[in-house]
């Protein structure tokens, strides 16, 4: 079992920053593969970025720029640096933890950004 839990939401304006973070607990031995994705009021969840166990980055041409995704092994936190802000960016952001065990997920937290 994994345990994620996201942190660092908040209300920020626009052009401001945040950094998510997310620390994993449990049998982090077993993911492959950590994500972010968000979720806005109404809308489905979409992808934001992920990062492999070789630390190799992808991230959303939404967000491409912008934000980066980044990982402390000895914390086991994975972090999402988000920059330039937009009105557009407000959602939900959650942490995603692929195992061979299955996905886990954090409880989300709120990013607001304020024009």
């Known amino acids: 079992q994994v345990h994620l839990v996201e942190s660092g939401g908040g209300l920020v304006q626009v052009g401001g920053s945040l950094r998510l973070s997310c620390a994993a607990s449990?049998?982090?031995?077993?993911?492959?593969?950590m994500a972010w994705y968000r979720q806005a009021p109404g809308k489905q969840r979409e992808w934001v970025a992920s990062?492999?166990?070789?630390?190799?980055?992808t991230i959303s041409d939404s967000v491409k720029g912008r934000f980066t995704i980044s990982r402390d092994n000895a914390k086991n936190t994975v972090y999402l640096q988000m920059n330039r802000l937009k009105p557009e960016d407000t959602a939900v952001y959650y942490c995603?933890?692929?195992?061979?065990?299955?996905?886990?997920w954090g409880q989300g937290t709120q990013v607001t950004v304020s024009s």
């Open positions: 995603r933890g692929t195992s061979y065990m299955g996905d886990y």
């Open positions: 449990g049998s982090i031995f077993t993911i492959s593969t």
């Open positions: 990062i492999g166990s070789a630390s190799i980055t």
